[in-house]
């Protein structure tokens, strides 16, 4: 179980910096977008990456649908969430076991293929632009579709029927 100190430090970066950087950009950045991280653990139970990363993660997209209300009021600013699969990104290793829950995506998501950093970017490219003026309040996988699945295809009671 993690100290509280630590369970605090994980909810300011993930929750309370979006909320007090909307507040204070209200003024400045009227018509513009927020875009915010976040990871299928906010809804579903993900052995090992507990320890309040995955409330707050749960806390971040409820806050994404408030945020977006408030701040398309206040200043015409679009306020979304991408949700990423797993990346072999530099943070993602402090994680430990990064190696192993990228080849669970690459066996059971539908597109069976590694995620790329380029393919998250592009998605928040296309959300701050122009092509995206009517999105806000959203929660936008890129996962190569394992946010679909129910079963675990890798299984073998599952392979067995496939």
């Known amino acids: 179980v993690l100290g509280q100190n630590l369970v605090a430090i994980i909810f300011s970066q993930n929750l309370v910096a979006i909320i007090?950087?909307?507040?204070?950009?209200?003024?400045?950045?009227?018509?513009?977008?927020?875009?915010?991280?976040?990871?299928?653990?906010?809804?579903?139970?993900?052995?090992?990456?507990?320890?309040?990363?995955?409330?707050a993660k749960a806390a971040l997209e409820s806050d994404t649908k408030v945020l977006a209300f408030e701040a398309g009021r206040k200043g015409k600013i679009r306020v979304n969430t991408i949700s990423a699969g797993p990346l072999g990104s530099r943070a993602a290793k402090a994680i430990g076991f990064i190696e192993k829950m990228i080849e669970y995506s690459y066996v059971n998501a539908p597109l069976q293929k590694e995620l790329l950093a380029d393919e998250v970017g592009n998605t928040a490219a296309f959300l701050v632009s122009p092509l995206a003026s009517a999105i806000t309040g959203s929660t936008v996988y890129v996962d190569n579709g394992l946010n679909t699945m129910g079963l675990a295809v890798d299984s073998p009671t599952v392979s067995s029927l496939l």
């Open 20 to 55: 007090f950087s909307l507040l204070h950009g209200l003024k400045y950045f009227a018509g513009g977008a927020s875009i915010s991280l976040t990871y299928i653990a906010s809804e579903r139970t993900i052995p090992g990456y507990g320890g309040g990363m995955s409330s």
